[in-house]
């Protein structure tokens, strides 16, 4: 990483992307943020990141904020299951809620933040749009994908959430582009609502599990967001997480510091 790198977070304002953002500058690394609600950013960060308005559904959005770009780390997602996050429009009622859950068409037309339009979609847009000369794409995904069809797989992707993140990290692989591709377990831990940067600065890992990775999708447990906001942060620095796929999880005695280097060292 040098002075003139350029981190953009995809999905800066959610629950990772927030760490993310503050892990970042922790490290004295310049900052872009990709989101719809610049005032709500602007308002969390801090004005100590550059903020720029797009929409990943929206390919033609993309561009501008793509300019002079070096890393991309992106931690959108939605919920697993259909909620109000899902943005239907209009505002269903309860007749139209059993709709959702047992029509599949009449739910993708109804619903416009689906994980297939954001973990499917959202992410080949991002890279479609992406510099040529990217060094890094960071991925957030998720335990399962390689076992979806297997319980409790079966029970996550009832509506496609592992479906379309598979396919997020198809897009990304065949991209060409340099990729790391995190694939936590269970989420826990704050941040579930927007802070503002002093509290984000202050999200301490102290009296949690050690950090455990592994490949081929054969971990599972929670994954505290802390630690996977550090992984998605400390691997750009690291050569050996380049074009890797791995599994983070909870688990064991955690040391009195994370060897992130040591940690990444063993995947390869």
């Known amino acids: 990483m040098t002075s003139e790198d350029l981190v953009l977070v995809a999905g800066a304002t959610g629950g990772v992307g927030q760490l993310v953002v503050a892990k970042l500058l922790e490290k004295g690394l310049k900052v872009r943020t990709l989101t719809r609600n610049a005032a709500k950013a602007t308002e969390m960060f801090n004005d100590k990141v550059e903020i720029a308005v797009g929409d990943i559904r929206d390919v033609t959005t993309l561009p501008p904020a793509m300019q002079n770009v070096t890393h991309i780390i992106c931690c959108t997602g939605t919920t697993a299951f259909p909620s109000a996050r899902w943005e239907f429009d209009p505002k269903p009622n309860l007749i139209q ?57 079966k029970i996550l992707n009832a509506f496609g959430v592992l479906d379309a993140k598979q396919q997020g990290e198809a897009a990304i692989i065949d991209s060409g582009l340099p990729y790391t591709i995190i694939r936590p377990g269970r989420l826990i831990d704050g941040p579930y609502t927007s802070y503002d940067l002093n509290t984000l600065l202050q999200a301490k890992t102290g009296g949690k599990l050690d950090v455990v990775l592994g490949t081929g999708d054969t971990l599972s447990g929670d994954a505290s967001r802390i630690d996977v906001a550090a992984a998605c942060v400390e ?10 796929a791995f599994e983070l999880v909870n688990k064991g005695v955690r040391p009195p510091v994370m060897d992130w280097e040591t940690l990444f060292t063993q995947l390869a």
Not at 105 to 117: E, H, I, Q, S
């Open 97 to 153: 809620w059993g709709k959702i859950f047992f029509d599949p068409t009449y739910r993708n037309a109804k619903a416009k933040n689906t994980p297939a339009k954001v973990d499917a979609q959202g992410v080949s847009n991002l890279i479609a749009t992406a510099p040529s000369n990217l060094k890094r794409f960071v991925f957030v995904s998720s335990c399962g994908v390689l076992h979806k069809d297997e319980f409790p797989y």
């Open 235 to 244: 691997s750009i620095f690291h050569p050996a997480t380049q074009n890797q």
